[in-house]
């Protein structure tokens, strides 16, 4: 994470009260956005290798239907969504989750936005993504089909 200046969050509450005030963000597992924002900020489909018009990040807007959920346990389903790729073995070492706005326009296979004009906002700690993954753990039911750490699928019967 060396040579970005962005700051970064270090409780889950910033990220929370970022989510109230501000306009739509989103969370990008990656290198980062130096690495990202070089030359052409695409993603690129695991499956055909075939590029996307834009980076691959999920969603912290909270949901209309959502709003009877704190919004912490919201914000901590999104942020473990895709924490797979920080663990995942055929990922760089170095992955780690960053704010960022920007444009979405269109989904990629896995039906997650796809973003350009992307301004990084922050990079978020990994003291944010193990409160995050404390309050997850704390939940009962099933996450649903996507790939996810077995840890946050107590309850699933797959």
């Given at each position: 994470m060396a040579g970005q200046r962005l700051p970064t969050y270090t409780t889950?509450?910033?990220?929370v009260e970022l989510i109230?005030?501000?306009?739509?963000v989103f969370v990008r597992w990656s290198r980062g956005?130096?690495?990202?924002?070089?030359?052409s900020p695409v993603s690129r489909d695991g499956l055909t290798g075939m590029e996307m018009p834009g980076l691959s990040a999920n969603p912290l807007v909270f949901e209309e239907w959502a709003k009877d959920l704190?919004?912490?346990l919201w914000v901590s389903r999104r942020l473990c969504d895709y924490i797979h790729l920080r663990d995942d073995d055929r990922g760089p070492d170095d992955v780690h989750p960053w704010v960022l706005k920007g444009e979405e326009i269109g989904r990629g296979p896995d039906n997650e936005p796809l973003v350009r004009d992307v301004e990084p906002v922050a990079w978020i700690a990994d003291s944010v993504i193990a409160e995050a993954e404390r309050m997850v753990a704390r939940q009962s039911g099933e996450w649903g089909p996507l790939h996810r750490p077995t840890r946050f699928t107590r309850g699933s019967k797959g």
């Open positions: 889950l509450d910033q990220l109230e005030e501000g306009p739509a956005p130096q690495a990202d924002l070089e030359g704190p919004t912490a």
